[in-house]
């Protein structure tokens, strides 16, 4: 199983970018998915994740800001991240868990992949 998030880059703050999240080897439809962070020299965190039901949940520092989404036919996951701040820059990772309910533990998610680095800087 691999998993592979995609989409970042250098953005100026109040800027957009779209993350998106791939898998081989499972279907993400299937399954919880979460994006994390992690800024230089801090924890991973968990910012946004959508359940195999739909339901999805965000940090509240992201609230209003950022929205996760499937696109079902393409078996994807998308992280639309508007009005960035400079405190939004870090590796974005995506990671995939069992059907259900979706969540911030980490402990959760038994796939991870590579990250995208987010810089948000003028």
């Known amino acids: 199983v691999q998993l592979q998030a995609s989409g970042g880059g250098l953005v100026q703050p109040g800027g957009s970018l779209r993350l998106s999240c791939e898998a081989s080897?499972?279907?993400?439809?299937?399954?919880?998915v979460g994006w994390f962070r992690q800024a230089a020299g801090k924890e991973r965190e968990g910012v946004s994740c959508?359940?195999?039901?739909?339901?999805?949940s965000y940090r509240d520092s992201v609230k209003g800001r950022f929205v996760v989404s499937r696109d079902v036919a393409k078996d994807t996951v998308y992280l639309q991240m508007n009005s960035l701040k400079p405190e939004d820059t870090a590796v974005y990772f995506c990671?995939?868990?069992?059907?259900?309910?979706?969540?911030?533990?980490?402990?959760?998610?038994?796939?991870w992949g590579k990250g995208t680095l987010v810089t948000v800087s003028s």
């Open positions: 959508i359940g195999s039901n739909g339901f999805t």
């Open positions: 990671a995939a868990a069992g059907p259900g309910v979706c969540g911030f533990s980490r402990a959760m998610y038994h796939y």
């Open positions: 080897g499972l279907t993400l439809d299937d399954h919880v």
